[in-house]
């Protein structure tokens, strides 16, 4: 049994594609085409040279001496903080800027929670000449206003999305409405692994470099090419499914899923989605989602714009049902002080997402020669004024 995708787009029950009539032609074009392109040689070939030489990978693998000291375990930090733009998004937008200049597309739309897969798509539109045009919600607008001001420096139109939470799941929705509107010139760069097939398989491909990566970093590092965990925040899932990819289907390896309960599982406000989600459809696909008992989604809230989503990918949902996946609830008070002791015991400031990853070290205990690899998402500038009030800095 393989953790991968099937051919028919589903992980065990999870995935799919449950879209209105009018997207099925921009669906089926790019479900037809996608592993030929990014399979093509000329398609890796400028992948990678970007990669590398734009983006700045790979990324360092850092033995994390403080950590490791105050933990009581071997702490690895995956750097894609470091990337271009300041987190792992910027791996999928170029992925599928590549990918839509292809299929001969002019026009690129994006939803955005936190800012960052807008700016990476309004970084990568301004590289590519493109048109850009980033949703995002009204609230989010105003808690991660330095990402706003880069994408207008960018060159993107950024329209405020007032329904709903205002929030991540009401940007996607008028994303899609957007996609609906425009067949015909139109990519859509949807940021995470969610959305109807084939989106969560072609954003995990992009993101698998960063578990190649750490495969050939720990060889190097440790001598062999896996570690004990892989721990990883899950907003839609992306970022963890870039740092599981080569490792899905290797039992030596486990795996942790880190999801944000926001003010607390029961509060009323919360994302956490496997602690409190059902099957549903969102956005395309099916997997496991808030909703009440009649089937309304929940308005999600988390401290984090990024990890505000009332449902998780099909991977992840997957991971989660089979027991694959370890999934551990964050609420924002670990997250903030975790990302306060990161910013203190390591001189390096994360996202809040990012944070929520390491909240985990408090409650679970490693063993001393467990071999423990954090995905650091992104960076935490954006972040900086909710820090400083939070902790009356
Ligand atoms: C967007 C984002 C996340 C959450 O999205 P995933 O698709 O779950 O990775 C996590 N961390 C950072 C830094 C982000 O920008």
Excluded at 4 to 13: A, E, Q
Excluded at 41 to 61: A, D, I, Q
Excluded at 113 to 137: E, F, N, P, R, W
């Amino acid at each position: 049994m393989s953790y991968n995708i099937n051919s028919k787009g589903y992980y065990g029950s999870f995935g799919g594609a449950y879209i209105p009539e009018m997207l099925l032609h921009n669906i089926e074009e790019l479900k037809d085409n996608y592993l030929k392109i990014i399979k093509d040689k000329s398609f890796t070939k400028e992948f990678n040279e970007l990669l590398k030489n734009y983006v700045g990978r790979p990324s360092p693998l850092y033995f994390s001496k403080n950590l490791s000291q105050k933990y009581l375990t071997k702490v690895y930090l995956k750097r894609e903080d470091l990337n271009h733009t300041g987190s792992h998004k910027i791996n999928n937008t170029i992925g599928q800027i590549l990918l839509a200049k292809r299929l001969k597309k002019s026009r690129i739309i994006a939803e955005t929670g936190a800012g960052q897969h807008g700016v990476a798509t309004a970084t990568v539109c301004a590289l590519m000449g493109l048109k850009c045009i980033v949703y995002m919600g009204a609230t989010d607008i105003k808690r991660q206003s330095p990402n706003v001001a880069r994408m207008k420096m960018l060159g993107a139109e950024v329209i405020s999305v007032t329904s709903g939470s205002s929030t991540l799941k009401d940007a996607t929705n008028e994303a899609m409405r957007d996609w609906i509107n425009n067949p015909i010139d139109t990519h859509y760069i949807v940021g995470s692994v969610v959305g109807p097939h084939p989106f969560p398989d072609m954003v995990a491909r992009f993101q698998s470099v960063i578990s190649k990566e750490i495969k050939e970093q720990l060889t190097e590092l440790e001598g062999r090419d896996y570690p004990d965990y892989l721990v990883a925040c899950v907003g839609g899932g992306s970022n963890a499914a870039g740092t599981f990819y080569d490792y899905l289907d290797d039992q030596r390896v486990k795996i942790i899923c880190v999801e944000a309960s926001g003010k607390g599982i029961n509060s009323g406000k919360s994302a956490a989605t496997t602690k409190l989600g059902k099957l549903g459809i969102i956005h395309g696909s099916k997997t496991l989602l808030m909703q009440t008992n009649d089937g309304q989604i929940t308005e999600p809230y988390s401290i984090s714009a990024g990890l505000d989503y009332p449902g998780i990918g099909p991977m992840h949902a997957n991971l989660y049902t089979s027991k694959r996946g370890e999934f551990i609830s964050v609420d924002d008070d670990e997250a903030m002080a975790a990302g306060l002791m990161l910013s203190q015991t390591e001189g390096i400031i994360p996202a809040i997402e990012t944070a929520h990853a390491f909240a985990i070290f408090e409650n679970k205990k490693f063993k001393p020669k467990d071999i423990v690899v954090v995905n650091l998402s992104g960076r935490g500038d954006k972040d900086l004024e909710n820090f400083t009030d939070y902790f009356k800095i």
